[in-house]
């Protein structure tokens, strides 16, 4: 079964930076793009960026252009998001996700971004 | 960006009921809409990819269908393992919006 798990969430100060990362298996990490969705305290599903298979391809969401980075290591099977100049909003569960044909088809457990001072 | 617009917010039904979610795009996404189950505390659950095929492994009583601005997700007789919030997701263009959600509820 596919797996995907998250790490690097945490409590950081609005204007600071935190890492995420997510270690994939028991899949050919290098045969598929990858994303990021995050759902808020209260708030629906929210797409926040993706990665071609070679990285040669991103895309993000609007609310986060020019603030994140999404990055990947295919011969680490792990896919990151930078995230930098946090506000209060970005507070939220990131999820990890396998994107198969642009929908999403395995997603980790989730890791738990806190903005706040 | 594509603006998903998905009706009601809120559904109360009773198990064996028969349940219809409607999703509405803002622009012709033909027939790249995906919906998925998220329950609290757990992963999102992919149902229906490409509008109407179902995922494996998701029961044979979940349906979708549509094309072009609007689309349904249909639960045939609903189980209690069923009432969670749903949500539809375009994948025509980036950004791949949501929709705000429906929260199905047991009445």
């Known amino acids: 079964e596919v797996q995907l798990v998250e790490s690097g969430g945490g409590l950081v100060q609005p204007g600071g930076s935190l890492r995420l990362s997510c270690a994939a298996s028991?899949?050919?990490?290098?045969?598929?793009?990858m994303s990021w969705v995050r759902q808020a305290p209260g708030k629906g599903l929210e797409w926040v960026a993706n990665?071609?298979?070679?990285?040669?391809?991103?895309y993000y969401a609007d609310s986060v252009k020019g603030r994140f980075t999404i990055s990947r290591d295919n011969a680490k099977n792990s896919v990151f998001l930078q995230m930098n100049s946090l506000r209060g909003e970005d507070s939220a569960v990131y999820f990890c996700?396998?994107?198969?044909?642009?929908?999403?088809?395995?997603w980790g457990q989730g890791t738990l971004v806190t903005v706040s001072s | 960006d594509i603006q998903m617009t998905q009706s009601p917010s809120s559904l109360s039904a009773s198990v064996g009921d028969r349940v219809t979610i409607t999703c509405r795009a803002s622009?012709?996404?033909?027939?790249?809409l995906n919906w998925y189950q998220h329950k609290p505390g757990k992963a999102p659950k992919l149902l229906i990819y490409?509008?109407?095929s179902l995922q494996s492994g998701v029961p044979s009583r979940f349906s979708g269908s549509g094309s072009g601005t609007d689309f349904t997700l249909t639960i045939s007789s609903l189980q209690p393992e069923d009432f969670a919030p749903y949500y539809c997701?375009?994948?025509?263009?980036?950004?791949?919006?949501f929709g705000q959600g429906t929260k199905l509820e047991i009445k």
């Open positions: 996700v396998r994107e198969f044909g642009g929908w999403a088809d395995y």
């Open positions: 028991r899949f050919i990490f290098s045969s598929y793009w």
């Open positions: 990665i071609k298979q070679d990285g040669s391809e991103k």
């Open positions: 622009q012709s996404i033909r027939s790249y």
């Open positions: 490409s509008a109407s």
């Open positions: 997701q375009q994948s025509y263009s980036t950004p791949y919006t």
